[in-house]
């Protein structure tokens, strides 16, 4: 299927039935760098949704999020997990929450806005984004420091120490990802330069937002994928930092920053990316009493027979006779 294609069809929502979920407020589990997680993170923060974040390095989250959506490869990042719904990718996040809101709200646009929202999209998320980490890693990796100043951001302690014994094959897998092998981070950095003249000429009629005179999912897209190489400070994320990298890749990052897409994408995150939100506190994990309690709430529902199987095989010292006790079910509510 080809972008334009896709386009017309619209946003899709890729989900994984099969998951178990105890927690009140939702998790959202997602790679620490990058715009691909800072879209899902954008879209929750509109909606002001609490959550709880699990994020990892780069590579070292890849077996959780396969597992959790039930999918192989790199595609599948972030999950977010509800009570209700297991959803993958930054555009399932996205078209998920659009079904809730009037459609003056939805993200993804109407009938006649949502093929272009959609094309600029699925542009900015595939080919920009391709091109944006192939730049930035092809320039990081020639310094181990820097490498690792990046990735060990917002780590734990054994993540860290993970990063640090295998960064050879973190790169190696990262190469592999980003198709950038022996290529020099020019070629990379003209395609992006192609992608934010597209923009600048979208741009050039004064609008404030792609398409549209609203926040549309193009927006977002483009300013969360190219936040690595435009540094807003008000990125969600793990980001690179100006002190942390070489002259060269801080002064082309000046220059995009320059530009009309540039200022754009920056005006986005200032006026548009909500922050410092005050959505109350984060629930508390169940205690092993409590979840021992709603266990047996739920096999006291489905009868009599399942609360002693339950009972025995949990707490197996405890001998009860089964017809020595009256059991009364209309006192039992479902």
């Avoid at 929502?13 to 790679?31: A, E, G």
């Amino acid at each position: 299927m080809n972008q334009e294609t896709a386009a017309i069809l619209g946003p899709s929502i890729r989900s994984n039935t099969n998951f178990t979920y105890t927690r009140v407020d939702p998790t959202l589990v997602c790679t620490s760098t990058g715009g691909i997680s800072e879209m899902a993170r954008w879209v929750l923060d509109i909606h002001e949704i609490l959550r709880i974040e699990e994020s990892y390095p780069p590579t070292l989250g890849t077996r959780k999020l396969q597992k959790l959506s039930g999918t192989d490869g790199t595609e599948n990042n972030p999950v977010l997990i509800q009570t209700d719904s297991l959803l993958y990718t930054a555009e399932s996040v996205m078209a998920y929450y659009d079904q809730q809101v009037p459609a003056d709200r939805r993200l993804f646009g109407n009938e006649n806005t949502q093929p272009k929202i959609t094309e600029w999209f699925r542009l900015f998320q595939n080919e920009l984004n391709m091109n944006v980490w192939g730049y930035v890693y092809s320039e990081l990796f020639r310094s181990r420091a820097e490498t690792l100043k990046l990735l060990k951001q917002d780590a734990d302690f054994w993540e860290r120490v993970r990063l640090s014994l295998a960064l050879g094959s973190v790169k190696r897998a990262l190469s592999k990802q980003f198709d950038i092998n022996d290529r020099p981070p020019a070629t990379f950095l003209v395609e992006i330069q192609k992608i934010f003249t597209r923009v600048d000429n979208e741009l050039s009629d004064g609008r404030k937002y792609l398409v549209g005179d609203k926040l549309s999912a193009a927006d977002i897209a483009f300013a969360a994928i190219a936040a690595p190489i435009i540094l807003p400070e008000e990125f969600g994320g793990a980001n690179l930092s100006f002190k942390d990298i070489s002259e060269e890749l801080r002064q082309e990052i000046f220059d995009l920053r320059a530009t009309a897409a540039g200022q754009y994408a920056m005006r986005l995150y200032i006026e548009d990316r909500p922050i410092n939100l005050k959505l109350g506190e984060i629930t508390p994990m169940p205690t092993a009493i409590q979840k021992l309690m709603d266990r047996i709430k739920i096999v006291l529902a489905g009868g009599q027979p399942g609360l002693f199987y339950f009972l025995q095989k949990r707490l197996p010292v405890i001998k009860i006779e089964l017809n020595s006790i009256s059991f009364d079910t209309k006192r039992i509510t479902h």
